[in-house]
């Protein structure tokens, strides 16, 4: 049997190492075996750093969880269903496992689940490159377990389902083999896309939460509209909602987005794949996908930032304070993926001197700057305030001198009452 424990010494850093250890002997006290599976494997062999760590349990006991937590100095943070815990142990993310065998029903339901060999857990992964183990036991650390020659795909870089059902068993494989393809630079095996396009009606048998976790994931990752396209191609992007679509318009507006370094990107994302949706489709995906609040708003403020702004009641020239007064307040991703779905347009001109100017302007007077200036207490200093924030935004003032003779113009006050700072 192949080992690569060289590999795993090279691709892992020493604490992550000590931790693999450290979990084996626990594991061997409760005469249980631990394997470091799936994405870790794969990564490792593919020489990519690994960042999060998958084991394997074959003879999970409720104890072995918190004995390994104990034993690393860390805490178990989760335990999700078949036997599944997360630990955090000097900031580093481990899952706990169970080694299973699992059945579906139905598609599209969630397997019935059984402790299993380290065999039968590798067959019901998603893909071969998914399908490795590495044995973390003292005696056998490193020995590879691949029974399905999965080595070969990784070489050849080929994403393939491990059987004819498994994206009709459980379709959110759809979305994760366009998410491997493209972000390791790999090719749909042809009779894997085969399968894939026929399964995409499949999607609709996927909860809610389901289908949302994995589509947040795509548009986690570093290439995520690439495999947006992906998923148009294969015909799956329609079947997680009709009226997802990429326009060569939006792909475009997609690719600014990427490069753009806004911090909350899948929000940006949301807003201009929804940005062309009429409101009744939009409430249809926000609830398909079961968006969090935040998301809700992001999706839901898109359409209002654009109205907001192409209504011009004005008639000419929107005045920047009136700029500022319609969308003060707004979602950030909702203003920007309108802006960057509008192009060039005045639209975007406006919605854009917001974002990077306007929303940044403040008065240099505080209340207290007013009071001490001879502004009676009451409703007229936030009035003033107000006033001197729309004079700044539309650059009839510009220094607090200004605001200054501003503020005792409108109030009619002597210029010896002064008494606040004038530089
Ligand atoms: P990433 O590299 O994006 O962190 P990963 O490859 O580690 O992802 P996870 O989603 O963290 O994948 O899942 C861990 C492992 O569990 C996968 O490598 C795969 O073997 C298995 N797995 C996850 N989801 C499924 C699924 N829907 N069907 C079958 N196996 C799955």
Redesign the pocket.
Known sequence: MKNIAATLEAQLDNLSLCQLRGIAAVAEVHGARTYL????V??ALLGLQV??V?IAVVGMTSELPIGVAQALNGRVVARSQFNTFSLIASGRHI?LTMARCETYAHSGALPTVLPGTIRQDLA????TI??MAVSLSTGSFGELIDLLNCQSDLKTGMVRVLHDDSFKD?A??IL?AA??AV?LGFTLEAHTEHLLRGAVSYLDTISPARLRDEFM?VLQEGRAVSILEMLQCLGALRSIHPALALSPQTSDALRRAAQSDYAEMPALFLSILTYSMTESEKANLVERLQLNSRLRQTVQSTGLARSLVQDDRSGGDVRRSEIYRRLKGLDEAAILGCALSEGDSVMAQRLMLYLNELRHITPALKGTDLLALGVPQGPEVGALLDDLLEARLDGKIETRQDEISFVRAQCNLPASKETCRTS
Do not use: I, L, Q, V
């Open positions: 599976a799936g994405g870790a794969r990564d960042s999060d998958d899952d019901r992964r998603d893909f998914n399908a459980d959110t494989r994760r998410r491997y972000r994931r």
